[in-house]
């Protein structure tokens, strides 16, 4: 099975091709501010093809958040475009989901924390259940916690073992792994989001369940709605807010 992984939830996005769950390809380049004009020569030249039918791919896998409210459209959108075109099932992500997978430890009865920013002051919080299965196992829905709060949130887990503490929040506050070490084992990250052969592995695992009209119906999972929503009084119907 030929697997196209997209990745585009921080300034640093990533695309892969797999086939037989083997990385063939994968491209890690910036996008802040340049991810409309970027993305789709980036695909082309990780099928090395013209076009995207020529690479006979059997599905797509991106990653739909909860992260950067643009970079999730822009990634979501260009996914499920690919899929139309080519008749092939698109299977979503979640973004946390895949820090908690290439954190995991080797405790199955361990807990990961995955930290991410949110808005100025606040992260959001996904905790995993690390399991024998495959992948780790979400406990909640993520919640949003004030950056203050973090050290609680993370000693609270710590009273049935020290958890595993990731994600991209350790960049946006480098004093932070500092700080949760005392309670959590802090695994560093080297970009701000997770790579798109991990999102592309997880999501072919699910790719033969995936609704036959998933292209249509697939959409970023938003926590809080997004500056535009609020600007303009429009509701999407993205969000948990």
Not at 157 to 164: D, E, F, K, V
Not at 181 to 193: G, H, K, L, Y
Request: glycine share 8%; charged share 20%.
């Amino acid at each position: 099975m030929r697997i196209l992984g997209i990745e585009t939830s921080g300034d640093t996005s990533s695309v892969a091709l797999l086939e037989g769950g083997e990385v063939l390809a994968e491209n890690v380049f910036a996008s802040r501010q340049t991810i409309c004009q970027v993305l789709a020569d980036q695909i082309l030249a990780v099928l090395a093809a013209e076009t995207v039918g020529e690479a006979h791919l059997d599905g797509v896998v991106v990653s739909i958040g909860p992260a950067s409210f643009t970079g999730l459209r822009v990634g979501v959108t260009t996914a499920k475009a690919i899929a139309y075109c080519c008749r092939i099932p698109v299977v979503g992500v979640s973004t946390p989901l895949a820090w908690a997978a290439e954190a995991g430890g080797k405790e199955p009865e361990g807990v990961i924390m995955v930290l991410q920013p949110a808005r100025r002051g606040k992260f959001y919080a996904t905790v995993f259940d690390q399991t024998n299965q495959s992948w780790p196992r979400q406990q909640e829905g993520t919640s949003v916690i004030d950056v203050a709060d973090t050290s609680d949130a993370c000693a609270a887990l710590a009273r049935s073992g020290p958890p595993i503490v990731t994600g991209n929040a350790l960049l946006a506050e480098p004093a932070l792994a500092e700080a949760l070490a005392e309670f959590a084992e802090v695994v560093s990250v080297a970009a701000d989001s997770p790579r798109a052969s991990t999102i592309a592995r997880i999501g072919a695992d699910s790719m033969a369940q995936a609704p036959s009209d998933s292209y249509f119906t697939l959409r970023p999972h938003y926590v809080l709605v997004s500056q535009a929503e609020r600007t303009h009084g429009v509701d999407l119907a993205l969000s948990d807010d």
